[in-house]
């Protein structure tokens, strides 16, 4: 099996229920970039919001039937994220309103 682990960036879009994809791009010789979403999904319950960077350390090639055939995407098993600059994570018991 292909594992695929690495840093990225999660794109979400919320229609039904969220869609999720990754950017691949590559420069052509004339200097101009061609741009690739790649969709992607996770396990049950996992929820990301838009533009997060994670780092992938489990990942692996699937598909799913699609509308118009067959699509590859990559299912996300394990991950991890950065907060950014001066935040910290919490437990959800700090929560007053969780």
């Known amino acids: 099996m292909i594992k695929q682990t690495g ?3 999660i794109y979400r879009k919320d229609f039904d229920k969220p869609s ?3 950017s691949i791009g590559k420069k ?5 970039w061609i741009n690739v979403f790649i969709p ?3 396990r049950k319950g996992v929820s990301v919001g838009n533009k997060t960077k994670v780092t992938i350390t489990d ?12 699509v590859l995407t990559i299912f996300i098993n394990e991950f ?9 994570e919490i437990d959800d018991m700090d929560i007053p309103f969780a």
């Not at 052509?28 to 101009?32: H, S, V």
């Not at 990942?59 to 067959?70: D, F, L, R």
């Open 80 to 88: 991890d994220t950065e907060l950014p600059a001066g935040f910290e």
């Open 20 to 22: 999720y994809s990754i």
């Open 7 to 9: 840093e990225t960036t």
């Open 28 to 32: 052509k010789e004339d200097g101009n």
């Open 59 to 70: 990942a692996w090639p699937s598909c799913y039937e699609g509308k118009n055939g067959n």
């Open 40 to 42: 992607v999904s996770f």
